[in-house]
């Protein structure tokens, strides 16, 4: 048996650590492979525990002002940030990613609480004066309930918060089930935040595995909605299970965003948002540049610059001073990049950078792959319609912009796509005709709080961030007031 420094009890549930009923479950380390905490997994009993500490602390919480929910959870937000360097060290070792990008995570998590504590008071529904003479219609806005999460182990603090901030704003309470890698952080991030005065049940944190504890959560008769972010199959999944019931549901799935840099774009600023917007993470995010289709004109230019910053890129342990990326998340996410890289790379596409493992003997144990880079695999290949969810970068030469967008929409995903050219009416063209629910143009791949995010096609359903989101945690109710 593995020795492990610390072992936890499993959930966190009505404002206490829950000891789970199910098997321990190993957290490893991605920078060496090894164990440095189990948890006990939840069962459907747990699972059900935690629902019914819910629904019971819903109530009361949806009595609350508005703006008293949200008071109440910007000092609990704020009780997590007096905690970030606890946390980034924490979120470092269970996911693999650097300090920097951990800081970078759980301050964009913290920012969206704070996002939707601000919109609070503006949570409004709508009114009809005459319907009919001394008639009037109003529109309600209630919360839905129950709401669980359930969130992969790339991002586990802004995934969640993503779901918890608006719907804990609109008055539900939430069960969340974290990736069964990653659930550490998140039971702190739960912690911390009843320490700050989130009222107990309100946020419970189930741990354990998406087929026993994720099941459990989706198919609980008191809860109301799921939102998930994970694998499209997954999701598929998920949808199919939320009809019984006909539960709401929101999906934020896969996606394999194309970024298009025409002849007269910038070239270097896009060199530098390609490089920045595939290997941020590890190039383990669901936005991120996952196929570049480049004018032939200037691809050679392009493909230059991109695989010198490639191969510039220090790689290393995530809690090492220097790091630029970290190791992937397992070994079995690294080897099925290795295998989609390797059978591009078989099928004809040029290898300009990375393609294996580093041979560092400090790397070794690690579940490292090199920053990688592919010229022209054929459109048929894994790099162009599967999701490449690691440190690999598939490029294309196109001939213009039809061709480009063509490939941008031959794919089964929609979610993000980006745009590099100082050519407004081109721009616009792209901006049309991209089917997916971002495009960036001339800009970094950065999500705002401020505007909706969610695919199209197989990469998701329905919207998170903006005032949009509201709309997926609360139910309306139209009502006529007679005359008399
Ligand atoms: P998975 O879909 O495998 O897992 C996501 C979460 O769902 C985990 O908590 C998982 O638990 C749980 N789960 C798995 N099976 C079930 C089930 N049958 N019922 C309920 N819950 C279940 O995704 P990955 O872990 O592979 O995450 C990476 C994927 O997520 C990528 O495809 C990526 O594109 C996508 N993603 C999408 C984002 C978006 O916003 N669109 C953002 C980030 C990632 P367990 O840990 O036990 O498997």
């Not at 022209?376 to 790099?383: I, L, T």
């Not at 997926?472 to 009502?479: A, D, G, W």
Request: glycine letters at 10%; a negative charge.
């Amino acid at each position: 048996m593995t020795t492990v420094e610390a072992t936890y009890p499993g959930s966190f549930i009505a404002g206490a650590q829950h000891r789970n009923a199910g098997d321990e479950l190993q957290v490893v380390n991605p920078a060496d492979g090894r164990a440095f905490a189990s948890i006990a997994a939840a069962s459907a009993a747990d699972v059900d525990t935690a629902v019914q500490a819910a629904a019971e602390a819903q109530r009361a919480w949806s009595e609350l002002a508005v703006s008293k929910r949200g008071e109440i959870l910007g000092r609990a937000a704020h009780r997590v940030e007096e905690h970030l360097d606890e946390l980034i060290p924490l979120l470092t070792r269970e996911q693999g990613k650097t300090l920097r990008d951990s800081r970078i995570e759980l301050t964009k998590a913290i920012d969206t609480l704070m996002h939707y504590v601000g919109l609070s008071k503006s949570l409004r529904g709508a009114h009809t004066p005459n319907l009919d003479p001394g008639v009037e219609g109003y529109v309600l806005r209630r919360p839905l309930g129950v709401v669980g999460a359930i969130v992969p182990w790339n991002f586990p603090t802004t995934l969640l918060c993503n779901k918890l901030a608006p719907a804990l704003v609109a008055g539900n309470a939430v069960v969340a089930k974290p990736a069964a890698t990653t659930p550490l952080t998140t039971l702190r991030f739960a912690e911390l935040l009843t320490e700050g005065g989130l009222p107990e049940g309100v946020f419970n944190v189930v741990t354990g595995n998406g087929s026993v504890a994720g099941e459990a959560l989706v198919t609980h008769p008191l809860v109301r909605k799921i939102a998930f972010t994970g694998s499209t199959p997954v999701g598929e999944r998920i949808m199919a299970l939320c009809a019984s019931g006909v539960k709401r549901v929101t999906l934020e799935l896969g996606g394999s965003d194309p970024m298009i840099i025409c002849d007269d774009a910038d070239l270097a600023a896009a060199a530098s948002a390609a490089s920045m917007g595939r290997f941020y993470n590890c190039g383990q995010a669901c936005l991120a540049i996952k196929r570049v289709y480049v004018f032939e004109s200037v691809a050679e230019e392009v493909i230059e610059s991109v695989v010198a910053k490639t191969k510039r890129l220090k790689v290393g342990r995530g809690d090492a001073e220097g790091t630029q990326m970290g190791p992937m998340h397992t070994n079995a996410q690294r080897s099925e990049v290795a295998g989609q890289v390797s059978r591009s790379v078989s099928a004809g596409g040029e290898l300009l950078a990375g393609g294996s493992a580093p041979d560092d003997a400090d790397l070794i144990d690690g579940f490292f792959y090199e920053p990688t880079v592919v010229i022209d695999p054929p459109h048929d290949s894994p790099m162009a319609i599967e999701e490449v969810f690691g440190p690999a970068l598939p490029i294309w030469r196109v001939a213009d912009l039809d061709e480009a967008i063509a490939h941008a929409n031959a794919s089964q995903f929609g979610l993000g796509s980006s745009v590099w050219t100082r050519d407004l009416a081109r721009a616009r063209e792209a901006a049309n005709r991209i089917e997916a629910g971002y495009t960036w143009i001339n800009s970094r791949t950065k999500v705002y709080d401020e505007l909706p995010f969610g695919g199209w096609k197989s990469s998701g359903y329905g919207k998170e961030h903006g005032e949009e989101a509201f709309d997926y945690y609360t139910e309306t109710k139209s009502v006529v007031l007679g005359a008399s």
